[in-house]
T-cell receptor, first 114, second 114 residues
């Protein structure tokens, strides 16, 4: 069974640009969560989608957005990039919604903002 | 704000030594607790979790954790570590028990010397 797939693996952008990251969950999983990981702040929750609906949202500015498609694949978008957005963005999928579910993480997308 | 504290940033042990990694959280209500692990070159994966019942929880690979409500702690233990336990360990809390997000600690790197 294929795991959670995140693309691209690495991304370099400049300030002010926007970026879209993609996540394909494990087949059959309907929930996708996104986390930002930085050395200073650790892992921080961005948002969770279940059946194409955003179920929960973390404390991030509106520049961070996401969506989920009918096949459960998810994308997150960051507009007007700032230097502080440089981070590893992790996607996790689970069968059902809620953090009590076992989360399966992808390898992440390493975003560098110059 | 709710937070999770992991006391040690980096722990170095010799094989066969006993391990205890500290984790404290700040939330007065019902919590669900987790330990996730990231082995070198691999994805984050669930090690064990506590929802209710016996406060001593057993996970994979001989790990266990004890929930002490009065101390707001969920420390991870293993009686005898192996070189293959070298990894980064993350404690996480789901405050309220039903939200869709996890609050992670900043992680503890464990290095086991053969």
């Amino acid at each position: 069974k294929a795991g959670v797939t995140q693309t691209p693996r690495y991304l370099i952008k400049t300030r002010g640009q926007q970026v879209t990251l993609s996540c394909s969950p494990i087949s059959g999983h309907r929930s996708v969560s996104w986390y930002q990981q930085t050395p200073g702040q650790g892992l921080q929750f961005l948002f969770e989608y279940f059946s194409e609906t955003q179920r929960n949202k973390g404390n991030f500015p509106g520049r961070f957005s996401g969506r989920q498609f009918s096949n459960s694949r998810s994308e997150m978008n960051v507009s007007t990039l700032e230097l502080g957005d440089s981070a590893l963005y992790l996607c996790a999928s689970s069968l059902l919604t809620g953090a009590n579910e076992k989360l399966f993480f992808g390898s992440g997308t390493q975003l560098s903002v110059l | 704000a709710q937070s999770v504290s992991q006391h040690n940033h980096h722990v170095i042990l010799s094989e066969a030594a006993s391990l205890e990694l500290g984790c404290n959280y700040s939330y007065g209500g019902t919590v669900n607790l987790f330990w996730y692990v990231q082995y070198p070159g691999q994805h984050l994966q669930l090690l064990l979790k506590y929802f209710s019942g016996d406060p001593l929880v057993k996970g994979i690979k001989g790990f266990e954790a004890e929930f002490i409500k009065s101390k707001f702690s969920f420390n991870l233990r293993k009686p005898s570590v192996q070189w293959s336990d070298t990894a980064e360990y993350f404690c996480a809390v789901n405050p309220g028990g039903s939200q869709g997000n996890l609050i992670f600690g900043k992680g503890t790197k464990l290095s086991v010397k053969p």
